[in-house]
């Protein structure tokens, strides 16, 4: 899921999961893990923003798609071939602006700046 808005409001602390881009007022686009993907074969050619916005996002040209996994909803870019998907509107923010990731994750490495181990989180 990636949310894109303006604001943050830190008013009240949420459990784990709980939180959603519909919480935002000021929701600008919202591109939910498998849903409003067209696929071109296995490649996404256009992902639907779930807000009321209307900010889907294209890619025309097959093969700058990214390919997509059915079974996690990842989509992977290949930075050689220059792929991307692009808005079909102008999201105009300015001044502050938040953008909201949640992930799933069964294992996980982090490294901080300046350590020389990473450390491990195990769900």
Known sequence: MLKLGL???????????????????????????????????????????????????????????????ASTGALTFDKTAAQSLQTTSQISISGDFTVGVRFVYSFMFISFLNSPKPLAICR
């Open 7 to 69: 604001g943050l409001s830190l008013s009240s602390i949420r459990p784990q999961g709980a939180w959603s881009p519909t919480d935002e007022t000021s929701l600008e686009a919202w591109y939910k893990n498998k849903e409003g993907i067209t696929l071109n074969v296995s490649d996404v050619s256009a992902w639907a923003d779930s807000s009321s916005n209307s900010h889907n996002m294209v890619q025309a040209t097959a093969s700058k798609q990214p390919a997509y996994n």
